[in-house]
């Protein structure tokens, strides 16, 4: 069970939960993971403990939701003092400390940002694609309507051609018997 009604609201793949995990676990905090369905169906747990960001992560720690990775894990660090430190306690590196967090934070919310416009280039793809494959479909369709009206074209001039030569045929049979050939 969750020591002291600890919830961490996250998504396990989620980079920003991650870390959060990662702080908990070096405190050895015992806590309750409440796996999101991001973005799609987020709880109402989620939505009453984050209403103004609705995002995740959120560590409730005895009722009380904090949001922000970085955040919360400068809380692990001072709420749970026992254990692996998080955060130095030289001034000067703890500050070293949170520009490399916010500059890793940064690096991923612009990957994330990328990958969210080649996902949405991949659709528009996706989409052309489509439209490439319905058009061949319709191209290829109007070919074999136009191949077997020529086809229907061509017999019927066939049975054209062959009652003519039937018809040649019988007119040179005729001609033939009159003038007395076989």
């Known amino acids: 069970m969750a020591e002291k009604g600890v919830k961490l609201f996250g998504l396990w793949a989620s980079p920003f939960s991650l870390r959060v995990e990662w702080a908990l676990k070096l405190k050895e905090v015992d806590y309750e993971f409440m796996d999101e369905d991001i973005p799609h169906n987020k709880s109402q747990e989620l939505l009453h403990y984050n209403p ?38 030289d001034p000067f590196e703890k500050a070293q400390a949170r520009f490399w967090a916010r500059f890793a934070e940064d690096k991923l919310e612009s990957t994330k940002v990328e990958m969210v416009e080649m996902q949405k280039e991949n659709e528009r793809l996706k989409m052309i694609l489509a439209k490439i494959a319905r058009d061949y479909q319709s191209l290829q369709m109007r070919f074999f309507d136009v191949f077997q009206q020529e086809q229907d074209k061509n017999n019927g001039d066939r049975t054209l051609a062959m009652t003519r030569k039937d018809h040649e045929e019988e007119e040179h049979k005729l001609l033939s018997l009159r003038l007395g050939a076989n």
Request: aromatic share 8%; net charge negative.
């Open 52 to 89: 103004i960001t609705k995002k995740i992560p959120v560590l409730v720690h005895n009722g009380n939701p904090l949001a922000e990775s970085t955040v919360i894990v400068e809380y692990v660090d001072e709420a749970w003092p026992n254990g692996y430190p998080i955060m130095p306690q």
